[in-house]
């Protein structure tokens, strides 16, 4: 009996950390049909995207596959989400690209050793942020810099792909030289390699409109790698993906200058950051569609596996893939054994069918990523945060000018940074109010309503932010500015507590003892309301005299409201309605924030 419950217990705790597994331990076999027609359609979408991916990173074509399977099968087993795929990214790719290539001066062995030990590092970073529950540290990327960051890579990325379907090489590094230079660059147009890339994006369009649920991309690939091959073009100039090793990959550990792992430890955090937004927006998205949640943790355990996955086969970072995840829920996927399968026939290509990828055009695939990549700009979105919030708007356009003019990786940063300034400021300087009462005797924010009356000689405060150590003296600021602003005399101040003491801080303690005797000297009363028991606690820790005559604590604004003697005198009088104990609906929203 014992040991029964034993083994249910571990599997409980097994379940917790392989939520996939959970999945297809309770599998039902009339899901496998549309889960297989699901994961043959994944496959075609991810093998020109992945071996185009792998051109992006300046790898050969077969990483893109080898960075593939395993992942797949790591996150069908660690992830919460029964949509998601996950894969080689057009963000991820182009953030290793900008921070590998200068490192690995030209050399493409220390180029791909560089490319493994970032993912790996990027996967250490996933596992730690999952471990100690920090997965809202990544959320400082808001929804604007990321709608900014994503716009401004895919543009960089697009811009970089004119080299390949022109059949010209880029020698400035930055997008804004680049464009500058293109006039010099056009006049360098491989007219046959242009008619390849034509052709390629002639059939993704013509199967778009004709057979919407084909994969558009593979068989635009297809026909451009038969046309390449029947006709010998890479003898003509085109250029081609070229030979590709068929088989496993045999494992190699990282064998260079150990400066250069240092170089890779920041951009390995701030990659780790932008892959797990970009999936967690993905994730969420279909779930909601699919009525299930998704643990942001368990999200985070799950990329950091699936990315040291692959970096052990020898591939490069890999992200959610929104395209392929939109696929799968298209074709009616219902688990995670959409990835295994799809993994499964990626590996037999790997094994027995690579020859026909040598031929495949540099070009095709560069109109390939321009397509992927398109799919990212969101010019609308950003002109509806102007009319919406135009604090967003100019966020997202900082961030997309700063990923445009001074690079990916220091856009990233940037963004990075915003993000944290930007939630600073929200709890550095809040917004605050002063409450009063209606007819009906429930305390509301005045301004609000004509029908909301301050109380005489009571002013009720509300802070909407922790007060903690960097926004204590703005909260005795704004009070006294307060204060001071009131047309009739203030005999007693009320400070809604629930809204503002989160948590012990002896600089905020020594601020309310500071104010408390500020206020005695005006003859003004100080109460503090809500959170009774850990003021208390919190003021006789800090030393903070709450005995009569000093600061008084009462349970909630009601009881303190109702307790004052210049209320019970307007109440007597008819100048002020009964309180009623009723929750304000400011205050849940106030308190729902914290």
């Given at each position: 009996?014992?040991?029964?419950?034993?083994?249910?217990?571990?599997?409980?705790?097994?379940?917790?950390?392989?939520?996939?597994?959970?999945?297809?331990?309770?599998?039902?076999?009339?899901?496998?049909?549309?889960?297989l027609?699901?994961?043959?359609?994944?496959?075609?979408?991810?093998?020109?995207?992945?071996?185009?991916?792998?051109?992006?990173?300046?790898?050969?074509?077969?990483?893109?596959?080898?960075?593939?399977?395993?992942?797949?099968?790591?996150y069908?087993?660690?992830?919460?989400?029964?949509?998601?795929?996950?894969?080689?990214?057009?963000?991820?790719?182009?953030?290793?690209?900008?921070?590998?290539?200068?490192?690995?001066a030209?050399?493409p062995?220390?180029?791909?050793?560089?490319?493994?030990?970032?993912?790996?590092?990027?996967?250490?970073?996933?596992?730690?942020a999952?471990?100690f529950?920090?997965?809202?540290?990544?959320?400082?990327?808001?929804?604007?810099?990321?709608?900014?960051?994503?716009?401004?890579?895919?543009?960089?990325?697009?811009v970089?792909?004119?080299?390949?379907?022109?059949?010209?090489?880029y020698?400035?590094?930055?997008?804004?030289?680049?464009?500058l230079?293109?006039?010099?660059?056009l006049?360098?147009?491989?007219?046959?390699t242009?008619?390849?890339?034509?052709?390629?994006?002639?059939?993704?369009?013509?199967?778009?409109?004709?057979?919407?649920?084909?994969?558009?991309?593979?068989?635009?690939?297809?026909?451009?790698?038969?046309?390449?091959?029947?006709?010998?073009?890479?003898?003509?100039?085109?250029?081609?993906?070229?030979?590709?090793?068929?088989g496993?990959p045999?494992?190699?550990?990282?064998?260079?200058?150990?400066?250069?792992?240092?170089?890779?430890?920041?951009?390995?955090?701030?990659?780790?950051?932008?892959?797990?937004?970009?999936?967690?927006?993905?994730?969420?998205?279909?779930?909601?569609?699919?009525g299930?949640?998704?643990?942001?943790?368990?999200?985070?355990?799950?990329?950091?596996?699936?990315?040291?996955?692959?970096?052990?086969?020898?591939?490069?970072?890999?992200?959610?893939?929104?395209?392929?995840?939109?696929?799968?829920?298209?074709?009616g996927?219902?688990?995670?054994?959409?990835?295994?399968?799809?993994?499964?026939?990626?590996?037999?290509?790997?094994?027995?069918?690579?020859?026909?990828?040598?031929?495949?055009?540099?070009?095709?695939?560069?109109?390939?990523?321009?397509?992927?990549?398109?799919?990212?700009?969101?010019?609308?979105?950003?002109?509806?945060?102007?009319?919406?919030?135009?604090?967003?708007?100019?966020?997202?356009?900082?961030?997309?000018?700063?990923?445009?003019?001074?690079?990916?990786?220091?856009?990233i940063?940037?963004?990075?940074?915003?993000?944290?300034?930007?939630?600073?400021k929200?709890?550095?300087?809040?917004?605050?109010?002063?409450?009063?009462?209606?007819?009906?005797?429930?305390?509301?924010?005045?301004?609000?309503?004509?029908?909301?009356?301050?109380?005489?000689?009571?002013?009720?405060?509300?802070?909407?932010?922790?007060?903690?150590?960097?926004?204590?003296?703005?909260?005795?600021?704004?009070?006294?500015?307060?204060?001071?602003?009131?047309?009739?005399?203030?005999?007693?101040?009320?400070?809604?507590?629930?809204?503002?003491?989160?948590?012990?801080?002896?600089?905020?303690?020594?601020?309310?003892?500071?104010?408390?005797?500020?206020?005695?000297?005006?003859?003004?009363?100080?109460?503090?309301?809500?959170?009774?028991?850990?003021?208390?606690?919190?003021?006789?820790?800090?030393?903070?005299?709450?005995?009569?005559?000093?600061?008084?604590?009462?349970?909630?604004?009601t009881?303190?409201?109702?307790?004052?003697?210049?209320?019970?005198?307007?109440?007597?009088?008819?100048?002020?309605?009964?309180v009623?104990?009723q929750?304000?609906?400011?205050?849940?929203?106030?308190?729902?924030?914290?």
């Amino acid at each position: 009996m014992l040991a029964t419950i034993a083994q249910s217990s571990l599997f409980i705790r097994l379940c917790d950390w392989l939520p996939g597994l959970s999945q297809l331990l309770h599998y039902q076999k009339e899901w496998f049909k549309d889960d297989l027609r699901a994961a043959l359609s994944v496959t075609a979408v991810a093998l020109p995207v992945a071996i185009a991916y792998a051109q992006l990173t300046g790898v050969s074509a077969v990483v893109g596959l080898y960075s593939c399977v395993l992942p797949m099968l790591v996150y069908a087993l660690f992830g919460s989400s029964r949509q998601l795929i996950v894969g080689p990214d057009a963000a991820t790719c182009a953030v290793l690209a900008a921070v590998v290539t200068p490192l690995a001066a030209g050399d493409p062995q220390r180029h791909w050793q560089l490319i493994m030990t970032m993912t790996f590092m990027t996967g250490l970073w996933c596992l730690l942020a999952s471990r100690f529950s920090i997965g809202v540290l990544a959320e400082f990327l808001s929804k604007p810099i990321l709608l900014g960051l994503l716009n401004g890579v895919a543009i960089t990325i697009i811009v970089g792909q004119f080299s390949k379907i022109l059949g010209f090489r880029y020698q400035e590094p930055y997008l804004l030289e680049r464009l500058l230079h293109t006039p010099q660059y056009l006049a360098q147009t491989h007219w046959l390699t242009l008619a390849i890339a034509i052709l390629t994006l002639m059939f993704f369009i013509l199967t778009k409109l004709m057979r919407p649920q084909w994969p558009a991309a593979m068989i635009a690939i297809t026909v451009a790698t038969y046309v390449s091959w029947a006709l010998d073009l890479g003898d003509d100039g085109v250029a081609v993906v070229g030979s590709v090793s068929s088989g496993l990959p045999e494992f190699q550990s990282p064998v260079f200058d150990l400066g250069l792992t240092r170089e890779l430890v920041m951009p390995a955090l701030n990659l780790a950051m932008v892959s797990f937004i970009s999936m967690m927006l993905t994730a969420r998205s279909f779930a909601a569609k699919n009525g299930y949640d998704i643990d942001a943790d368990a999200e985070f355990r799950a990329l950091g596996f699936a990315n040291i996955a692959a970096a052990a086969s020898q591939g490069f970072a890999v992200s959610g893939a929104d395209s392929r995840t939109a696929v799968n829920d298209a074709n009616g996927g219902k688990t995670q054994l959409v990835s295994v399968i799809s993994a499964l026939v990626i590996l037999l290509i790997i094994l027995f069918a690579t020859a026909p990828l040598a031929y495949i055009p540099a070009s095709a695939l560069g109109v390939v990523l321009v397509i992927a990549s398109a799919s990212l700009i969101d010019i609308k979105a950003l002109w509806r945060l102007r009319k919406r919030d135009n604090g967003a708007f100019t966020l997202a356009l900082i961030t997309l000018f700063a990923v445009l003019f001074i690079g990916v990786i220091p856009g990233i940063t940037l963004a990075v940074l915003l993000g944290l300034f930007q939630f600073l400021k929200v709890v550095m300087r809040p917004d605050d109010q002063i409450l009063g009462i209606n007819q009906k005797g429930i305390l509301r924010s005045l301004g609000k309503s004509d029908k909301v009356k301050p109380i005489d000689g009571i002013l009720i405060y509300r802070f909407n932010s922790p007060l903690t150590y960097f926004n204590a003296v703005y909260f005795k600021r704004r009070l006294l500015s307060a204060i001071a602003t009131q047309t009739m005399p203030v005999e007693t101040v009320i400070v809604d507590a629930v809204s503002c003491f989160s948590h012990f801080d002896l600089n905020v303690m020594a601020m309310i003892d500071e104010l408390h005797k500020l206020l005695k000297k005006k003859n003004i009363t100080l109460i503090l309301a809500g959170r009774k028991r850990e003021l208390i606690a919190w003021c006789e820790a800090a030393g903070v005299d709450i005995s009569d005559g000093d600061i008084v604590i009462r349970p909630d604004l009601t009881m303190a409201v109702r307790m004052l003697p210049n209320y019970k005198v307007a109440l007597s009088q008819g100048l002020a309605p009964q309180v009623r104990k009723q929750e304000d609906p400011d205050e849940v929203l106030a308190h729902s924030l914290l």
